[in-house]
C-alpha cells in the first residue's frame, strides 16, 4: 500500500508540473496558477485513492485546476474585470509562428528572464516546474534553505513589481536566456538522476523530462554548442540508469555497473552529439561539452578497468579553466584517485574548501579513507555524510561500507 501511494503521489507530482506550466500559459499569472494547480494536486491525493486514477491523469488536474482558477479569479476583487479572460483561458487561442511548442519549456523561458539574475533564475524555474521542493533546490544549488527561500520571494517580488511578462521569448532573446535554462534543465536532470532525499536513487520522470526539454532546445538551436553538450551529457549520463542498482535496489557503483545494461543506442547518439559540439568549441571550452566528453570516456570504456584516465583528468583540468567550483575540484579528485591512488586523491580533496555542508565531500572522503585503511577516520566522514541527508538507496549503500569497516 505504501508503495503504491508513493507511485500516485509521483504520477500526481509529475502531471501536476505539467497542468502548472500550461496555467501559467493560459492565465499569465504564475502565482494564480500555482494556488490552482496545488488545489488540484490536493484533490487528485483525496479522491484517486477512492475513485481509482482517470483515464487521462493529466486532463483531470487541467480541468479541475482550472475550475478552481476561474472561482479564484471571481472571487478576489482586485481581479475584477477578469471573469472573460478566465473564460478566453479555457480555450486557448493560436500560437504565434514563433511560439516554443512546449509549455514546460516555455516556462522555463519565462522563469529566466535577465532582469533576474542567473542564480535566481534557476531557483525560480526549479521551484516552479521543476517539482522541486525549496529545500531540494536550496540543496541543489548548495545554500542554506532559509537563503533559497528569500532569494525565491525576491524573485517573485521583483516579477511582479517589473511587470515582467510571461511570454514566448523571440528568437533574438533566446541566446540571453540560454545560461538559466541550461542550468535548469542540468539540475533538474540532476535531481533525477541521483535524488537528494526519498525512496528512490532515480526520478525517472524528471530524468526523461530533462531529456525532452534538451531534445527541444536542441530543435530551436541545432548549432549551439551549449545546447548539444547538455543534451550530449544527459543522454551519457541516463544511458546507465538501469545498471545503477542491482535486482534488489542496491546501488551499484560505476566499477560495479554491468555495462552491457547500458543503453547503446543512447551513448552512440550521445558521442556524436560530443563530436559536434567539440568542433563549435574550438576557441574556448563550453563546460557542457566539457562535462559530456568526460561521460564519453566513461561509456566508450568497455570495462572500468580500461577508464583513460589520464584522458578523465585531462578533461577535468579543461573544465576547471571554465567552471572553477568546489564540486568540479571534488570530481577531480576522486578521477586522480582512480589515476594515482587514494593518498593522491586525498590530498586534493583536502584542498577544498567550501563542502563542509556537502555530503559527498563526506562520503568522497570516507571511500579514499576507506581504501587508506584507516576505519576509524573512515567511519567518522561516512557518518556525517549521513548526518547531511540524502536519498535511502544511497544512504543504504554508505552504510553498508560502513559495516565493512567492522
Not at 496558477?33 to 488536474?61: E, F, S, Y
Not at 504565434?96 to 512546449?102: I, L, Y
Not at 515582467?164 to 536566456?177: C, D, H, Q, T
Given at each position: 500500500?505504501?508503495?503504491?501511494?508513493?507511485?500516485?503521489?509521483?504520477?500526481?507530482?509529475?502531471?501536476?508540473?505539467?497542468?502548472?506550466?500550461?496555467?501559467?500559459?493560459?492565465?499569465?499569472?504564475?502565482?494564480?496558477?500555482?494556488?490552482?494547480?496545488?488545489?488540484?494536486?490536493?484533490?487528485?491525493?483525496?479522491?484517486?485513492?477512492?475513485?481509482?486514477?482517470?483515464?487521462?491523469?493529466?486532463?483531470?488536474?487541467?480541468?479541475?485546476?482550472?475550475?478552481?482558477?476561474?472561482?479564484?479569479?471571481?472571487?478576489?476583487?482586485?481581479?475584477?474585470?477578469?471573469?472573460?479572460?478566465?473564460?478566453?483561458?479555457?480555450?486557448?487561442?493560436?500560437?504565434?509562428?514563433?511560439?516554443?511548442?512546449?509549455?514546460?519549456?516555455?516556462?522555463?523561458?519565462?522563469?529566466?528572464?535577465?532582469?533576474?539574475?542567473?542564480?535566481?533564475?534557476?531557483?525560480?524555474?526549479?521551484?516552479?516546474?521543476?517539482?522541486?521542493?525549496?529545500?531540494?533546490?536550496?540543496?541543489?544549488?548548495?545554500?542554506?534553505?532559509?537563503?533559497?527561500?528569500?532569494?525565491l520571494t525576491r524573485a517573485k517580488q521583483k516579477i511582479a513589481q517589473a511587470r515582467i511578462p510571461y511570454r514566448v521569448p523571440s528568437a533574438e532573446e533566446l541566446p540571453g536566456r540560454l545560461a538559466g535554462v541550461a542550468a535548469t534543465v542540468y539540475l533538474v536532470f540532476n535531481e533525477g538522476y541521483a535524488a537528494g532525499?526519498?525512496?528512490?536513487?532515480?526520478?525517472?520522470?524528471?530524468?526523461?523530462?530533462?531529456?525532452?526539454?534538451?531534445?527541444?532546445?536542441?530543435?530551436?538551436?541545432?548549432?549551439?554548442?551549449?545546447?548539444?553538450?547538455?543534451?550530449?551529457?544527459?543522454?551519457?549520463?541516463?544511458?546507465?540508469?538501469?545498471?545503477?542498482?542491482?535486482?534488489?535496489?542496491?546501488?551499484?557503483?560505476?566499477?560495479?555497473?554491468?555495462?552491457?545494461?547500458?543503453?547503446?543506442?543512447?551513448?552512440?547518439?550521445?558521442?556524436?552529439?560530443?563530436?559536434?559540439?567539440?568542433?563549435?568549441?574550438?576557441?574556448?571550452?563550453?563546460?557542457?561539452?566539457?562535462?559530456?566528453?568526460?561521460?564519453?570516456?566513461?561509456?566508450?570504456?568497455?570495462?572500468?578497468?580500461?577508464?583513460?584516465?589520464?584522458?578523465?583528468?585531462?578533461?577535468?583540468?579543461?573544465?576547471?579553466?571554465?567552471?572553477?567550483?568546489?564540486?568540479?575540484?571534488?570530481?577531480?579528485?576522486?578521477?586522480?584517485?582512480?589515476?594515482?591512488?587514494?593518498?593522491?586523491?586525498?590530498?586534493?580533496?583536502?584542498?577544498?574548501?567550501?563542502?563542509?555542508?556537502?555530503?559527498?565531500?563526506?562520503?568522497?572522503?570516507?571511500?579514499?579513507?576507506?581504501?587508506?585503511?584507516?576505519?576509524?577516520?573512515?567511519?567518522?566522514?561516512?557518518?556525517?555524510?549521513?548526518?547531511?541527508?540524502?536519498?535511502?538507496?544511497?544512504?543504504?549503500?554508505?552504510?553498508?561500507?560502513?559495516?565493512?569497516?567492522?
Amino acid at each position: 500500500m505504501a508503495e503504491a501511494g508513493d507511485a500516485l503521489a509521483r504520477l500526481v507530482r509529475d502531471e501536476g508540473t505539467r497542468v502548472l506550466a500550461t496555467l501559467v500559459r493560459v492565465t499569465g499569472d504564475v502565482d494564480l496558477a500555482q494556488d490552482a494547480a496545488q488545489d488540484a494536486v490536493v484533490r487528485a491525493l483525496q479522491t484517486w485513492p477512492r475513485d481509482g486514477v482517470p483515464d487521462n491523469p493529466r486532463a483531470w488536474l487541467l480541468v479541475t485546476a482550472k475550475r478552481r482558477a476561474i472561482d479564484i479569479i471571481r472571487r478576489e476583487a482586485r481581479r475584477a474585470g477578469k471573469e472573460t479572460e478566465a473564460v478566453m483561458f479555457a480555450e486557448p487561442g493560436p500560437e504565434s509562428a514563433e511560439a516554443v511548442d512546449d509549455d514546460l519549456l516555455r516556462l522555463v523561458f519565462t522563469c529566466c528572464h535577465p532582469a533576474l539574475s542567473v542564480e535566481a533564475q534557476v531557483a525560480l524555474a526549479l521551484r516552479t516546474l521543476g517539482g522541486l521542493s525549496t529545500a531540494e533546490v536550496a540543496r541543489g544549488l548548495m545554500v542554506p534553505e532559509a537563503t533559497m527561500a528569500k532569494r525565491l520571494t525576491r524573485a517573485k517580488q521583483k516579477i511582479a513589481q517589473a511587470r515582467i511578462p510571461y511570454r514566448v521569448p523571440s528568437a533574438e532573446e533566446l541566446p540571453g536566456r540560454l545560461a538559466g535554462v541550461a542550468a535548469t534543465v542540468y539540475l533538474v536532470f540532476n535531481e533525477g538522476y541521483a535524488a537528494g532525499a526519498g525512496a528512490d536513487l532515480v526520478r525517472g520522470a524528471l530524468t526523461a523530462e530533462a531529456v525532452r526539454l534538451a531534445r527541444l532546445l536542441a530543435a530551436l538551436m541545432p548549432d549551439e554548442p551549449t545546447v548539444l553538450g547538455l543534451l550530449a551529457l544527459l543522454l551519457l549520463q541516463d544511458a546507465r540508469r538501469d545498471a545503477r542498482v542491482d535486482d534488489e535496489g542496491r546501488v551499484l557503483l560505476l566499477r560495479d555497473q554491468d555495462r552491457r545494461r547500458w543503453d547503446a543506442s543512447a551513448i552512440k547518439e550521445g558521442v556524436e552529439l560530443v563530436g559536434r559540439a567539440l568542433r563549435r568549441t574550438l576557441d574556448r571550452p563550453d563546460p557542457y561539452v566539457v562535462q559530456a566528453a568526460i561521460a564519453a570516456c566513461h561509456a566508450l570504456a568497455p570495462t572500468y578497468a580500461d577508464t583513460n584516465w589520464d584522458a578523465v583528468v585531462s578533461w577535468y583540468d579543461v573544465l576547471l579553466s571554465v567552471q572553477d567550483t568546489p564540486v568540479v575540484r571534488l570530481n577531480l579528485a576522486a578521477a586522480v584517485a582512480e589515476r594515482d591512488g587514494p593518498e593522491a586523491g586525498m590530498a586534493l580533496v583536502e584542498a577544498i574548501e567550501g563542502l563542509d555542508a556537502y555530503p559527498w565531500w563526506h562520503a568522497t572522503r570516507g571511500e579514499l579513507l576507506h581504501r587508506m585503511r584507516r576505519p576509524e577516520a573512515a567511519r567518522a566522514a561516512y557518518e556525517r555524510a549521513l548526518a547531511l541527508g540524502m536519498s535511502a538507496p544511497q544512504a543504504e549503500h554508505l552504510r553498508r561500507r560502513i559495516a565493512e569497516l567492522s
